[in-house]
């Protein structure tokens, strides 16, 4: 080896290696997913990150900040594909729903990542010491049901949802339904377990939306 390649080597190998956001933010997302946010502690996210403290701090701020970043990531890679299904205008209404329950089967039971709901899973594990964690994702969940309130008053707009239909109730049963099969997926359900849960919420799905919420009780 030459002079000036040899000084290249020693170069290359005493040169520090490149913060990656991306595979940061992957990895402290499952770690704060399997452990929830009170359990995982900066030692743990610099282990499982590979980067140092002091990088972390720069990147971040602190661990509050890194797990904000990693629900935003969460919502970037995994929500906004299971929200797909509510993008497609030339798709029937019950076909959407299904396909939007369907792929929350798919991501609460993918092998690749702790089971179940990311934000479901660490808001249940959240003392009174995180209430503004506990706020945010609040907050992101009620994002998520007016994303399906939205979805369903179009709907309605085009005439496929009945008038008397409440779109406002309707998404907060879809809603709960969802996060329920989050907490089966985190108590070991499987994929077909959840989507046996979806085939009953379509085969009553023509109940579901003939309900007329402003009724009173019998």
Known sequence: M?????????????????????????????????????????????EATGAKAPTLYAEFGNKEGLFRAAVEHYLTLFIETSNRALTHSDVPLKQAIEEYLRAAAALF???????????????????????EIASMLRSRHHMQEQTLSEFLDSRKASGELPAQA?????????????????????????????????????????????????????
């Open 109 to 131: 039971t993918d092998c690749d990542n702790p089971s179940g709901c990311f934000m479901v899973c660490t808001s249940a594990t959240l003392s009174a010491a995180s209430e």
């Open 2 to 46: 030459s002079t000036e390649n040899m000084a290249l080597a020693k170069k290359c190998r005493g040169r520090p290696k490149q913060f990656d956001r991306d595979d940061a933010l992957n990895k402290a997302l499952k770690l704060f997913w399997k452990y929830g946010y009170e359990a995982t502690s900066l030692a743990d996210l610099v």
């Open 166 to 218: 409440s779109s406002q109730v309707l998404a907060k049963y879809l809603n709960c339904m969802v996060q329920g099969m989050s907490v089966q997926a985190r108590d070991g359900a499987s994929r077909t377990d959840l989507n046996q849960l979806v085939d009953v919420v379509m085969a009553i799905w023509p109940q579901l939306i003939a309900f007329d919420a402003t009724s009173e009780p019998a």
